[in-house]
């Protein structure tokens, strides 16, 4: 068995500090105030084995784990809780059985959750919880007993108890692997059913397949008619630029046989040019130098005369310019004008509409108001029809109401009645209890201050009774601070000597302050049924009897018969004052009438605001109008003043350009006088090259004609090649529109039509038009998947594959319920055999903490022990055997520990953990339930850990460790170990 070692936490609840508490072996015991964090020790320890409740933390959420911060010290933002076990017995499961050492870690952040980790390596939650189920341990064990936890294993069903036994059995690790295989199961089967909707979907679709697959089927064969038509075609189209080809080629061979006759011709009359022309050349560079030089003379006036006509035509353009600007001031004098005039116009009309505006606005308001004070009243009316028709309805609804408040009443009356007959005691002689009459809220006080002795009678033949005594003369008066239990409860008098000397407080502090001032005899009580007694006995443990029980339903029933008294008279009042009138046809023509009148209303108030926009419109349009002849007007003043600018730039302009014509008038005679004899130099050198160009010009006359002749047979060879490239680039592309289309040369097209070998092509028109024929055919089918067939086999394919899984997976559940069935197999043998040590450890352990007595557990309910229910029933010394609810506080928490303690034998944990257990406990019984917890340590091996009050319990323990809040919210753990004092003390 796997030993626990140490617990370490750090900002866990109040251990804000990093705290280890060593767990050596033998009995640990923790004491300390309350409220100074004794319990978050216990808290720690389930929380670091898995516990997922932050209700079972004390908490509304997981996060108010982490220290939460205090006036001293800031809240921190994780906590860890860190739990040392010796492996060195290799007792845990597979999973973490590799090393002597585990050390669990359980790691929360604010906001982010917690994670697990064993030796740092990250785990589930799932794989921690498991790891202490199968240590016989973890954050609900039996082996974990907290505060409270006697009390609800008492008040649990008998199904509850029954986890009991599944610890003593150890299958609590079985239980969590069954209800895992049972998801898997689940899960599985929701994926076959997905599966089977999967395969019932594909199969819809294989059909829609195969009937696209037929029509692809039938689109595939004319496709092949048309490849057939189609590449007929081309062969007839081939054959035509072939045929074109030879006859181009023969007409080209018989040009260019002519054009070199021609070349020959064009070869002799260009010599005779070149002799010429080497003549002509000396004359014409003559020619052109005295040329040159009157055009110099004749350029050098020209360009005078220009500069004259110039002149004379920038003035003529400056006058002009001027006369343009004059009308350009005169059209912006007159736009500025025009844009004044209509501003003016535009002002007086906005003035006029705003005036009507301003008029119109008032009998708008009106009519708006009026539309509003109709509507108010048709919605008034509306509601008040509503609630005509619903009225009554909803009284119906109230009165029903009020009567199910009545059947409410009256079933917990009935209630009640039953559990007091089930709780009345058959007794011979009647209790005291029967005769008490006391305020509600008192009762647990009341059986605190007496306990048992309420069911004691009055009557003196009864051996147990209560007998008249005399009145105690002098009165101890109860301490300052608490009132007498007698103003709440009223008692025969046989009862009063004993009622004077109880006290009640509100205040559990204030009873241990009050209860050294007690007097002989003197008690005090609260409303939690605690109790101070005079001779220093203390009980802060709330317990209820099934008489104080009987004494609330009483006061219960008491208040149940008032309240169904007042609610039938007020059933019966209500129904007389709420009978429901009919208004709804007074209602209903009120509203019809307003509403012809709402609708009147409506269309006079459209009317107002349709003129009322129309005039908006006319305002806004006016305005923009204004807008843009400002913009008119400030556009025509800026223009106005650049016109003036230039006015004056053109007026020093004209003045320049006429002084001007004087000056080049005298240039120009110099220049006439130079050109004359310059003329006559000209003519001579003229008449010569003119000789001598009479004879080029007749040997250019006889080379231009034979380079034409030439020429125009360059230009048919010309033509005639281009022919040929052309018909070539025609094959070239014809031949890739055949291999691109057909998939073949030209030379196998005859295989892919339906001609025979040495049949004739037919008509390429004809041909054309059987292929345009097929292409319509195959446009009519319409849309057509070509990749049905493929996708039908891909598809048929899937669905096999899709059942296979769906076997698979049947398979798949059909193992998953083997295991369970192997595994509650195992866990009904296992549970059968512990229940018979449980039951003979549970009689044992009975009759030592109590000297005596019997007690028995049985298995009821269901026949299947893996559902069915524990009974416990147990008889103290002198008692009948009888149901745990009918024992005392004491007797109910020893029973208990002797249970625990009993499936605690038969599967020991490495760890036990007792919070408070002996509160309830007399010294008497403390002093056994001390030996108990030693021998089962010893016997065991277990670490017992246990948080105690009582100085008892921490004489009798190995070790000690107090928790403090020497700093306020801060815990911490201070340890003596009592086992080397008493070795120091022996030695002394």
């Known amino acids: 068995m796997a030993k626990v070692d140490k617990l370490r936490l750090a900002g866990f609840k109040s251990f804000t500090d990093q705290t280890d508490l060593d767990i050596g072996p033998g009995v640990t015991g923790i004491v300390g105030p309350n409220g100074c964090g004794k319990s978050n020790l216990v808290d720690a320890f389930k929380w670091v084995m898995g516990e997922s409740s932050a209700k079972q933390m004390r908490g509304d959420e997981m996060d108010e784990i982490i220290f939460g911060g205090t006036t001293n010290r800031p809240a921190r933002n994780l906590a860890e809780v860190s739990l040392v076990l010796d492996n060195n017995s290799r007792s845990v499961n597979d999973m973490f059985n590799d090393t002597n050492e585990l050390e669990i870690t359980r790691r929360i952040e604010r906001g982010k959750g917690s994670v697990y980790n064993v030796n740092g390596r990250e785990v589930r939650a799932k794989d921690i919880q498991l790891l202490f189920a199968d240590l016989g341990s973890g954050a609900k064990s039996t082996a974990l007993v907290s505060q409270g936890k006697i009390g609800s294993l008492i008040n649990s069903k008998p199904t509850e108890r029954r986890h009991l036994l599944e610890e003593a059995a150890n299958i609590t690790g079985l239980h969590n692997r069954r209800h895992e295989a049972e998801l898997k199961i689940k899960a599985t089967e929701g994926n076959l059913e997905r599966l089977n909707d999967v395969i019932e979907a594909l199969e819809g679709q294989l059909k829609n397949l195969k009937k696209q697959a037929r029509q692809a089927g039938r689109y595939k064969t004319i496709s092949s008619s048309i490849r057939s038509a189609q590449a007929l075609v081309f062969l007839i189209q081939h054959a035509g630029e072939i045929t074109k080809l030879v006859n ?18 064009v070869s002799s009359a260009s010599n005779i040019h070149v002799d010429a022309e080497k003549n002509l050349s000396p004359l014409r560079q003559q020619e052109v130098e005295k040329n040159a030089k009157v055009q110099r003379l004749q350029l050098g006036i020209k360009q005078l005369d220009d500069e004259v006509k110039r002149i004379e035509n920038s003035k003529y353009q400056s006058l002009k310019r001027l006369d343009d600007i004059n009308e350009d001031i005169s059209r912006e004098n007159n736009n500025i004008k ?12 906005l003035t006029e509409l705003k005036s009507l505006m301003e008029k119109q606005a008032d009998s708008l308001s009106e009519s708006s108001r009026n539309l509003d004070l109709i509507t108010k009243t048709v919605t008034e009316l509306e509601n008040a029809q509503t609630v005509a028709l619903d009225k009554d309805n909803d009284l119906r609804e109230k009165l029903q109401k009020k009567r199910e408040y009545t059947t409410k009443i009256e ?7 039953n559990l007091l007959e089930e709780n009345q005691v058959i007794n011979e002689w009647e209790p005291v ?10 009762e ?34 109860l301490p300052h601070g608490c009132t007498p239990l007698s103003s709440f409860v009223s008692v025969p008098d046989k009862l009063k000597r004993r009622l004077s000397q109880v006290g009640y407080i509100n205040d559990d502090n204030l009873g241990d302050t009050l209860q050294a001032s007690l007097k002989p005899g003197q008690r005090i009580v609260n409303s939690e049924g605690f109790l101070w007694r005079w001779d220093g006995f203390t009980k802060k443990v709330r317990t209820e009897s099934n008489a104080t029980k009987n004494i609330k339903y009483k006061n219960r029933l008491s208040k149940l018969y008032e309240m169904h008294n007042d609610s039938k008279k007020n059933e019966k009042s209500f129904i007389e004052q709420n009978t429901p009138k009919e208004a709804y046809e007074d209602i209903s023509e009120k509203l019809n009438n307003n509403r012809k009148i709402l609708i009147e209303a409506k269309t006079a108030f459209e009317n107002y605001h349709n003129v009322n926009e129309d005039r908006k419109s006319r305002i806004n349009s006016f305005e923009e109008d204004q807008t843009s002849w400002g913009y008119r007007l400030e556009s025509s003043n800026t223009q106005l003043r650049l016109l003036e600018s230039r006015k004056v730039s053109a007026l020093q302009e004209i003045e320049e350009l006429s002084a001007q014509p004087k000056i080049i008038e005298n ?49 048919a060879q010309v033509r005639s090649e281009a022919n040929i490239d052309q018909i070539n680039q025609n094959i070239q592309n014809l031949e890739k529109t055949i291999n691109d289309v057909i998939k073949c040369t030209p030379g196998d097209l005859r295989q892919n039509t339906r001609l025979k070998q040495d049949e004739e092509l037919p008509d390429l028109e004809k041909a054309e038009k059987s292929l345009q024929r097929l292409n319509n055919e195959r446009e009519n089918i319409g849309a057509v998947n070509l990749r049905a067939e493929q996708e039908y086999t891909e598809l048929d394919q899937e669905i096999s594959n899709l059942i296979n899984e769906r076997e698979d997976l049947n398979k798949a559940i059909l193992k998953l319920r083997a295991g369970i069935t192997k595994l509650n197999k195992e866990g009904r043998q296992r549970l059968l055999q512990s229940f018979e040590l449980v039951n003979k450890n549970f009689k044992e ?72 257990v002996d509160a309830p406990l007399d010294d008497t019984n403390v002093d056994r339930f001390c030996n108990l917890i030693s021998r089962i340590s010893q016997s065991t091996g277990t670490k017992i850990i246990i948080v105690t009050h009582h100085r008892m319990t921490m004489a009798r323990v190995d070790r000690l460790f107090g928790v403090t809040m020497a ?14 004092a008493e070795k120091l003390r022996d030695i002394a």
């Open 845 to 916: 352990l009975f009759r030592n903490l109590f000297g005596g007595g019997k007690a028995e557990l049985s298995m009821s309910g269901d026949s299947d022990p893996l559902e069915a229910g524990l009974e416990i029933y147990a008889s103290p010394p002198g008692k009948k055997l009888q149901n745990l609810a009918l024992l005392s506080g004491g007797e109910q928490a020893l029973t208990t520990v002797a249970l625990l303690f009993a499936v605690f034998n038969v599967n020991p944990a490495p760890l036990c953990i007792l919070d408070e």
């Open 967 to 980: 700093e306020k919210g801060v815990s911490k753990l201070v340890s003596v170990n009592l086992t080397e």
């Open 433 to 442: 209890i029967e005769k008490i009459n006391i305020e509600t809220g008192y």
């Open 667 to 715: 240039k120009r005679s110099k220049l006439m006088d130079e050109l004359k004899a310059s003329e006559a130099e000209k003519s001579d050198a003229t008449d010569n090259l003119v000789e001598a160009e009479k004879i080029l010009h007749e040997a250019t006359k006889n080379l231009r004609k034979a380079d034409q002749e030439a020429s125009t047979s360059r230009e």
């Open 248 to 265: 181009n080629t023969s007409e080209l061979s018989h040009i260019k046989k002519d054009l070199e006759k021609k070349m020959q011709a």
């Open 338 to 349: 025009d844009a004044q005039n209509s501003i003016r116009k535009i002002n007086a009309s």
């Open 411 to 417: 079933t917990e009356i009935s209630t009640l009645k």
């Open 444 to 477: 647990l006080a009341l059986e605190a201050a007496f306990s048992e002795e309420l069911y004691s009678s009055t009557d003196i033949q009864n051996p147990i009774h209560w007998s008249d005594n005399p009145d105690i003369r002098t009165l101890q008066e």
